[in-house]
């Protein structure tokens, strides 16, 4: 199967580009409004992700083609309509778009339901690092802040962090990018706050479970 610009979708990911560096994607992402060519580099130079995605629901009965094309619109829908002032990354982004419009094609056609393992190894990336599928979709906690703010329930998730005691408020608008920070990682969030890592990362999940709660109650 073969698409505009030479790229083959399926016949391993060896004939795909490789995934972009973080600075590399940043030089691009920033050349996106008034360079078509940067809007056809990131949809190429992440397709390898498409593939990765789709693979994971082929026991649903669809083809791998179809969900690879299927999910290649999600790609181009999300390349179109990403904001690097929204904190969120890219991959993250283009990963919930590319799943998404899998799982409303296969509800289409098949009303099947899917289950996907997020710690299934998928490949390893450029510094050798064994690369798991929730290292690109992000963890279930990465999953509800970003489907509140695409059900537009902003208001509800800002009023509910709000309400947070100080020091929790503060690590997951560093671990979201709100209130004015940049989106970090467990890590980043730790070291700045002086504790520990794993420590973090129970506490998010407290607060985490909290906030969806609170904000499944109506807060």
Request: aromatic letters at 6%.
């Amino acid at each position: 199967m073969r698409k505009k610009g030479g790229i083959y979708y399926i016949g391993g990911t060896d004939v795909l580009p490789p995934p972009l560096t973080r600075d590399e994607e940043n030089a691009i992402i920033a050349r996106l409004e008034d360079d078509e060519s940067a809007r056809q580099t990131l949809i190429e130079h992440n397709l390898r992700l498409v593939v990765y995605i789709a693979k994971r629901f082929e026991n649903t009965g669809a083809g791998l083609e179809d969900l690879v094309s299927i999910g290649t619109i999600g790609l181009i829908k999300a390349i179109n309509t990403f904001r690097a002032d929204k904190n969120i990354k890219l991959a993250t982004y283009a990963s919930r778009c590319i799943e998404n419009e899998i799982l409303m094609y296969i509800r289409k056609h098949s009303g099947a339901k899917v289950e996907v393992s997020i710690d299934e190894p998928l490949n390893t990336d450029w510094d050798g690092n064994e690369l798991l599928l929730s290292d690109i979709l992000g963890t279930d906690e990465d999953g509800i802040i970003f489907e509140i703010e695409q059900m537009e329930e902003r208001e509800a998730i800002r009023r509910a962090v709000a309400a947070l005691e100080p020091r929790e408020r503060e690590i997951i608008e560093m671990r979201y990018g709100m209130g004015g920070h940049r989106e970090m990682t467990q890590k980043e969030v730790a070291d700045c706050l002086g504790i520990s890592q794993s420590y973090i990362s129970r506490l998010e999940k407290k607060i985490i479970a909290r906030l969806k709660s609170d904000i499944e109650a109506g807060f």
